[in-house]
């Protein structure tokens, strides 16, 4: 069964170093997404990317993040300069058409800001 | 602003009990309802959502409007129903999803 991979599953950076985090979406999926969860709290949805360019973000999502999808496959999170409150599980995941459909989540990447 | 509420972080039942995970929603329009599932050490994945208005494992869940509420339910719960689930919303045509803080269930044999 096809799904979506994350990489890596754990990843530690100093404060202020930026960080990549990368997805394999699910080949014939169309649309794709970043969702980060705070430990303890909710999962919150970050960003949206259809058709080359980003459909919606949260307010989350400023200036020291950006989505790109380099290849055609592979759909990367990048931080830039990465703060403490940073340290969160991020999930990407992707639907075949809108949230609305079933979104596919990958299993995750810690990120550990220190 | 859209808003989904789950007020029982956990919740324990025992082998063959009814369960019932509550969902309240806040939001002005119709939003499209659905509940999410991670057990332990795997991904979160659908378990189902209220436009399909199927039966998935056992559970159901019935969009009350007039509650706005999306409580799922298991008439006799199982010792593999033990996870995480959260309730989520998304907007018609929108392309994100709201989650709730979720409830951890835990089936006592």
């Known amino acids: 069964e096809p799904e979506v991979t994350q990489t890596p599953s754990h990843q530690v950076t100093q404060m202020g170093q930026e960080v990549i985090l990368r997805c394999v979406p699910i080949?014939?999926?169309?649309?794709f997404y970043w969702y980060r969860q705070i430990l303890g709290q909710k999962v919150e949805f970050l960003v949206s990317?259809?058709?080359?360019?980003?459909?919606?973000k949260s307010e989350i999502f400023d200036d020291q993040f950006s989505v790109e999808r380099p290849d055609g496959s592979n759909f990367t999170l990048k931080i830039r300069s990465t703060k403490l409150e940073d340290s969160a599980m991020y999930f990407c995941?992707?639907?075949?058409?809108?949230?609305?459909?079933?979104?596919?989540f990958g299993q995750g990447t810690r990120l550990t800001v220190v | 602003a859209q808003r989904v509420t789950q007020p029982e972080k956990l919740l324990s039942v025992f082998k063959g009990a009814p369960v019932e995970l509550k969902c309240n929603y806040s939001?002005?329009?119709?939003?499209?309802l659905f509940w999410y599932v991670q057990y332990s050490r795997q991904r979160l994945q659908l378990l189902l959502r209220?436009?399909s208005r199927e039966s998935i494992k056992g559970f159901t869940a019935d969009l009350n409007k007039g509650e706005t509420s999306f409580h799922l339910k298991k008439p006799f719960a199982q010792e593999e129903d033990s996870a995480m689930y959260y309730c989520?919303?998304?907007?018609?045509?929108?392309?994100?999803?709201?989650f709730g803080t979720g409830t951890r269930l835990t089936v006592i044999p």
């Open positions: 995941a992707s639907s075949e058409v809108h949230a609305n459909t079933e979104a596919f």
């Open positions: 080949s014939n999926h169309l649309y």
């Open positions: 990317f259809y058709n080359n360019e980003i459909s919606e």
């Open positions: 939001y002005s329009g119709s939003p499209e």
């Open positions: 209220h436009i």
């Open positions: 989520a919303l998304t907007l018609t045509g929108a392309n994100n999803l709201f």
